[in-house]
């Protein structure tokens, strides 16, 4: 019955993940126009004249989504089993949309973002350990060392995710009269990280990662012996 509950969390934050993932993708469609005072854009007036600054902006926003959407696939023992080869594609897709792409682009992004000092801080963090958890997950996947993979995947996933917490908190709770934009957008940025971290360390000690075993069906199978 515990094992049931656990699944059924997996797959409803699964669901949410790929809900949210479809929601963003009609927000972003609204860049598609190049209009520098729509959406997001126009809080950002002090930057939109930075050409460089406009560049990093349209790579993130138009591929964080393929970001999210290919992690989506990464994390089920059935889809492994079953499409191996499709889950080293896919796998190498979100590591180069991350490490080469999106980390590079976010942490310009970062230097310029709302929320004063607090919000610059969060985005840096944030970018610093997705790349960091991102490589790690490659370098212990090339040693063969499977669980350690998958930890530091769904850590790099979380830190992914982010995106989508940030904006649920933002929707939820922000209220343009009882808040400062500034202060809850900087606060907002570190509660999105601690939750999505909160998350993945539960997921861990519930499948056993952390002890170095990982839970397959009836199995319980150590890859580190």
């Not at 997996?10 to 927000?27: D, H, Q, R, W």
């Not at 907002?188 to 939750?195: D, G, H, P, S």
């Not at 990662?209 to 012996?225: A, P, R, S, V």
Request: with cysteine; glycine share 6%; proline share 1%.
């Amino acid at each position: 019955m515990k094992s049931l509950g656990i699944k059924i969390i997996k797959v409803s934050a699964l669901f949410l993940v790929l809900v949210f993932s479809i929601l963003m993708l009609k927000t972003i469609s609204q860049y598609t126009s190049f209009d520098k005072n729509i959406g997001f854009l126009a809080f950002k007036q002090q930057v939109v004249s930075n050409p460089y600054w406009m560049a990093f902006f349209y790579i993130h926003i138009f591929s964080i989504t393929l970001c999210l959407l290919a992690g989506l696939t990464q994390f089920s023992n059935r889809f492994l089993t079953e499409n191996r080869n499709l889950h080293k594609i896919i796998g190498k897709i979100y590591v180069y949309n991350i490490l080469v792409i999106n980390a590079p682009a976010c942490f310009v992004l970062g230097l310029f973002s709302n929320g004063g000092l607090i919000g610059i801080t969060g985005f840096l963090i944030q970018d610093v350990l997705w790349a960091y958890f991102t490589v790690a997950a490659v370098l212990f996947i090339r040693k063969e060392n499977v669980n350690r993979h998958r930890i530091y995947m769904i850590l790099s996933y979380a830190v992914t995710t982010t995106a989508l917490t940030f904006r649920i908190i933002k929707n939820l709770f922000y209220n343009e009269i009882q808040h400062d934009y500034e202060l809850f957008y900087g606060l907002n940025v570190w509660a999105a990280l601690l939750i999505n971290l909160t998350i993945a360390y539960v997921i861990l000690k519930k499948d056993r990662l952390l002890t170095g075993k990982i839970k397959t069906g009836k199995e319980n199978i150590d890859t580190d012996k």
